[in-house]
């Protein structure tokens, strides 16, 4: 029997608060056959002294560490270099999964070979133990990627919608080697990479009672808001859109309206001072006429309140 192997690439910096119940929700895995891979994002903290325990008892883990601080993006590449196994995931240093996500993701791959990409459920873990619903699919279903790029986008009504979060996700490691699919170094790296892996994937699945627990705390990325947000936003849907090609742009310009939806929102929950808000919102108005085709943008019927 072919026993399929998955790689599990751990970006961390300074993540010493949260890399063990990382670490153990991984090696408590009812499927065995993993490979950890923890890229070390150049952590100043006690982080390495946690995973060097492990290190000495599991010959299943691989430590990377950058040299500078590279962010995320570059770690993860780094990690999908030295990744050797048939399936991928990426998981934060702070979130944790279900102890039977992998396993069930597996058995649906192996299930179907059209099957490029496997979704479970997410909820949002915050101090204190507490947790809330995020993404829950009420039934296993497979999907046409364009369904997938369709609840991506949430460009119509549906029961449920599929998150950009990489944690909640199982790739079959072809449909990355073939396409080149790598993350762009900027803070919405998971934005595209997800969009550009459901463009190529064949078919999506989803599957239940299996959970991501993306845990939220003050250091989170949606807790603050700064000019990097708006910058990073355009530099990764002109690079999203340039990796097209020839491909129709009817899901881009759905997926950047409603991602650039979310980063206002974002800037609403986080910024008060008017002076400010109004100076990251006339950043945002310029950046939009000079980086986005106008013309094609609305030629698709959408539009975007500043």
């Avoid at 279900?98 to 179907?112: F, H, P, Q, R």
């Avoid at 078919?203 to 239940?208: D, N, R, V, Y």
Wanted: proline content about 2%.
């Amino acid at each position: 029997m072919d026993v399929k192997k998955v790689s599990v690439i751990v970006p961390m910096h300074n993540g010493e608060k949260f890399i063990s119940r990382c670490i153990e929700s991984i090696l408590n895995q009812s499927y065995k056959e993993i490979e950890l891979i923890i890229v070390d994002d150049n952590s100043t903290d006690s982080s390495y002294k946690i995973i060097e325990k492990y290190l000495n008892t599991f010959p299943c883990i691989n430590y990377l560490r950058n040299d500078t601080c590279m962010g995320p993006a570059i770690s993860r590449n780094l990690g999908l270099k030295y990744a050797s196994s048939d399936y991928i995931l990426f998981l934060d240093c702070d979130d944790w999964l279900d102890l039977n996500c992998i396993e069930k993701a597996v058995n649906k791959l192996g299930s179907d070979s059209d099957i490029d990409i496997v979704l479970w459920e997410i909820k949002t873990a915050y101090e204190y133990k507490k947790t809330s619903s995020r993404y829950k699919y009420l039934y296993n279903n497979i999907i046409t990627n364009t369904m997938a790029l369709g609840l991506l986008s949430h460009c119509f009504e549906n029961e449920y919608f599929l998150s950009p979060l990489l944690g909640c996700k199982l790739f079959r490691k072809t449909l990355l080697d073939k396409n080149n699919i790598i993350f762009f170094d900027t803070i919405y790296e998971d934005d595209a990479f997800t969009f550009i892996s459901f463009l190529h994937a064949n078919k999506i699945a989803l599957i239940t009672d299996s959970c991501l627990y993306y845990y939220q705390h003050d250091a989170s990325l949606t807790h603050y808001f700064s000019r990097k947000h708006i910058t990073d936003f355009f530099r990764t849907f002109v690079q999203l859109y340039d990796s097209l090609g020839e491909a129709p742009k009817e899901y881009f310009y759905k997926y950047l309206t409603k991602s650039l939806q979310s980063m206002l929102d974002c800037l609403y929950n986080n910024v008060s001072d008017l002076e400010t808000l109004k100076a990251y919102k006339a950043l945002i108005f310029t950046l939009f006429y000079q980086s986005i085709n106008i013309q094609e943008y609305y030629s698709y019927s959408f539009s975007i309140t500043i």
